[in-house]
């Protein structure tokens, strides 16, 4: 039992390090020290684009010893000129799709459940004056910040514009499409305060 658990070990530190090359080499993702990739993460960007992930974070796409059931694997994409992810230390994303057009910012120890969707964007501007032009059309974004110590719940939609304050929770299924005040539950959609742990 031991040698098979030393050698499984082995390779997946082999597989580790060759992912980590990937990441940083081919596709020039900025990795600081102890990131730790539970499975294959799907990361894309523009040439001129940066992913920045911050010290001891995790991005998990293993359903292994997960408590809930992921539909997919941790997805970032910056796909225009000078967009921009950064993702602080000590975070722990699991199969999360992360989407920016513009700027996506999420600050230290954020956590964030399965299934949730970040996307500062949409994929086409409205186009009511033209709507069969719709298709052709593109959407610039409105960056996203989420601050320090956030727990974001699973299926969470969190939409451009917003900010999300430190320390607050986002309830499982919430639409978030306006600021959440520091220390504050939210849930629902439409979100609504649930409680607000600051006074």
């Known amino acids: 039992m031991g ?26 993702v900025k990795l600081e020290s102890r990131v730790l990739f539970k499975g294959i993460c ?18 998990n796409s293993n359903n292994y010893g997960y408590h809930l059931n992921m539909f997919a ?17 000590n975070c722990r994303i699991h199969a999360t799709c992360i989407h920016a057009f513009n700027e996506i ?10 299934n949730t969707q970040i996307i500062d964007g949409n994929g086409h501007q409205l186009s009511m004056h033209d709507p069969e032009n719709r298709i052709h059309t593109t959407d610039n974004g409105k960056p996203i910040q989420i ?5 974001i719940g699973t299926n969470v939609l969190i939409l451009g514009g917003v900010t999300i304050g430190k320390g607050a929770v986002i309830a499982a ?10 220390h504050t ?8 305060l649930l409680k607000d742990y600051s006074k």
Do not use: H
């Open 73 to 89: 694997k941790c997805k970032l994409l910056a796909d225009r000129p000078n967009a921009l992810i950064k993702i602080g230390d």
């Open 147 to 151: 601050g320090d110590d956030v727990w």
């Open 105 to 114: 910012i999420i600050g230290n120890r954020v956590l964030i459940a399965a």
């Open 42 to 59: 799907s990361i894309q960007k523009a040439k001129s684009a940066r992913i920045e992930i911050g010290k001891n974070t995790v991005l």
């Open 173 to 182: 299924n919430t639409l978030v499409n306006k600021d959440v005040l520091s």
């Open 3 to 28: 040698v098979t658990f030393k050698i499984f070990n082995k390779l997946y530190n082999i597989f580790t390090s060759l992912l980590m090359y990937f990441y940083c080499g081919i596709i020039n």
């Open 185 to 192: 539950l939210v849930g629902g959609n439409p979100m609504t």
